[in-house]
């Protein structure tokens, strides 16, 4: 995944966008540990080797040892077998680059946002099928974002204890994810594909709904937030780091055997990253509320569409029932009894149409967890 993984997807996918957003995330982790490994092995290999020999020196030499071996041509004796179509096959054959920009490719199709009202819904259709809703954000009114800027402020008195956590996760959850699974980007290389290609959608959508809703950022609302972090140039709800975290966790979830005991510091770890943001003047406490729902919806919709699971429940974060002085409360239930009025989910399920190089990923992932 490392430099090769993200530095080939978002290359060849999305240069611009995610060369220094996965780039910077999951490169920052996998680049670390196998660039430590690799760079050990063959940095001491091909370093005291092949570096001693410049380009056209082992162009020329590789020439005169072919000149040398091959001897007169030999046609093909029959015309190569092709594999069909679009067969997924080929995706474990593939380099990793070409795996996640598939992958990637598929997870947006067919997603685009309608908007209604105070609203804003994601919706995927397949081919031929009708739109299902995936996830539905209402704005909260403005004397929601005004009641939270006590409960912004209150939380500074942590950033003496939360500092060093706060600038160590401004890239993302993934560092603090590794310990508690022992993920690794030797064993784990389809999970780490899997997972950079699920925060590439993420980004997308977690940056179109900012940018639809435009909720002002703390600091813009009152000077005595003064930020440890420069504020991101775009709006607030939901928040992003949230909206990661969760998605995350909820797709390793589903990943690792079920009731693993690891799950439960995973769901801690996810709400952890969010408060941090809040902590750093960042984000209000209703922007990580949103960005768990978003988060967990969005890994199930991934699950859904990788033909894993019963049917898929659309889910909407209604802040017009977000009480001005309420706290994030990781605690809460999304959906069923105990559930807050701003947690909906709908109650009848949705068959989404499946894609088999989201499910040939899922697989391959699955299986390093087995």
Same mark, same amino acid.
């Given at each position: 995944? #490392? &430099?090769? $993984? +993200?530095? @080939? !997807?978002? =290359? %060849? *996918?999305?240069?611009?966008? /995610?060369?220094?957003?996965?780039?910077?995330?999951?490169?920052?982790?996998?680049?670390?540990?196998?660039?430590?490994? #690799? &760079?050990? $092995? +063959?940095? @001491? !290999?091909? =370093? %005291? *080797?092949?570096?001693?020999? /410049?380009?056209?020196?082992?162009?020329?030499?590789?020439?005169?040892?072919?000149?040398?071996?091959?001897?007169?041509?030999?046609?093909?004796?029959?015309?190569?077998?092709?594999?069909?179509?679009?067969?997924?096959?080929?995706?474990?054959?593939?380099?990793?680059?070409?795996?996640?920009?598939?992958?990637?490719?598929?997870?947006?199709?067919?997603?685009?946002?309608?908007?209604?009202?105070?609203?804003?819904?994601?919706?995927?259709?397949?081919?031929?099928?009708?739109?299902?809703?995936?996830?539905?954000?209402?704005?909260?009114?403005?004397?929601?974002?005004?009641?939270?800027?006590?409960?912004?402020?209150?939380?500074?008195?942590?950033?003496?204890?939360?500092?060093?956590?706060?600038?160590?996760?401004?890239?993302?959850?993934?560092?603090?994810?590794?310990?508690?699974?022992?993920?690794?980007?030797?064993?784990?290389?389809?999970?780490?594909?899997?997972?950079?290609?699920?925060?590439?959608?993420?980004?997308?959508?977690?940056?179109?709904?900012?940018?639809?809703?435009?909720?002002?950022?703390?600091?813009?609302?009152?000077?005595?937030?003064?930020?440890?972090?420069?504020?991101?140039?775009?709006?607030?709800?939901?928040?992003?780091?949230?909206?990661?975290?969760?998605?995350?966790?909820?797709?390793?979830?589903?990943?690792?055997?079920?009731?693993?005991?690891?799950?439960?510091?995973?769901?801690?770890?996810?709400?952890?990253?969010?408060?941090?943001?809040?902590?750093?003047?960042?984000?209000?406490?209703?922007?990580?509320?949103?960005?768990?729902?978003?988060?967990?919806?969005?890994?199930?919709?991934?699950?859904?569409?990788?033909?894993?699971?019963?049917?898929?429940?659309?889910?909407?974060?209604?802040?017009?029932?977000?009480?001005?002085?309420?706290?994030?409360?990781?605690?809460?239930?999304?959906?069923?009894?105990?559930?807050?009025?701003?947690?909906?989910?709908?109650?009848?399920?949705?068959?989404?149409?499946?894609?088999?190089?989201?499910?040939?990923?899922?697989?391959?992932?699955?299986?390093?967890?087995?």
């Amino acid at each position: 995944m #490392s &430099g090769g $993984y +993200s530095g @080939g !997807y978002s =290359g %060849g *996918y999305s240069g611009g966008y /995610s060369g220094g957003y996965s780039g910077g995330y999951s490169g920052g982790y996998s680049g670390g540990y196998s660039g430590g490994y #690799s &760079g050990g $092995y +063959s940095g @001491g !290999y091909s =370093g %005291g *080797y092949a570096a001693a020999l /410049s380009p056209e020196l082992l162009a020329s030499a590789l020439t005169n040892t072919r000149a040398a071996l091959v001897g007169l041509p030999v046609p093909l004796s029959t015309a190569p077998t092709l594999p069909a179509v679009d067969a997924v096959q080929a995706l474990a054959r593939s380099r990793a680059a070409a795996r996640v920009g598939t992958v990637s490719f598929e997870m947006l199709a067919g997603l685009h946002f309608e908007h209604h009202g105070h609203a804003l819904a994601l919706v995927f259709q397949g081919p031929g099928a009708a739109p299902v809703e995936v996830v539905r954000l209402s704005r909260p009114g403005p004397d929601t974002f005004r009641g939270q800027l006590d409960l912004v402020a209150h939380y500074a008195e942590l950033r003496d204890d939360r500092g060093g956590e706060i600038l160590a996760q401004v890239n993302g959850a993934l560092d603090f994810i590794a310990p508690i699974l022992g993920l690794n980007a030797e064993r784990h290389k389809h999970t780490l594909e899997l997972l950079g290609a699920a925060l590439g959608l993420a980004n997308l959508v977690e940056m179109r709904l900012k940018l639809g809703f435009d909720v002002p950022r703390p600091v813009q609302l009152s000077p005595q937030i003064q930020p440890v972090l420069p504020t991101p140039g775009h709006a607030s709800w939901p928040s992003g780091h949230a909206t990661e975290s969760y998605l995350l966790t909820a797709l390793l979830s589903h990943l690792l055997p079920s009731d693993d005991v690891r799950d439960v510091q995973l769901q801690r770890l996810a709400a952890r990253v969010a408060v941090n943001r809040t902590v750093a003047g960042l984000h209000y406490p209703v922007d990580s509320a949103a960005g768990r729902l978003l988060g967990t919806s969005l890994a199930e919709f991934v699950r859904a569409r990788s033909g894993v699971g019963a049917g898929f429940h659309a889910r909407h974060f209604d802040g017009s029932h977000y009480p001005a002085a309420e706290d994030f409360d990781p605690r809460l239930a999304l959906d069923g009894a105990g559930a807050p009025a701003y947690h909906l989910r709908a109650t009848s399920a949705q068959s989404l149409a499946a894609s088999a190089w989201l499910g040939s990923l899922w697989q391959l992932a699955a299986a390093e967890w087995v």
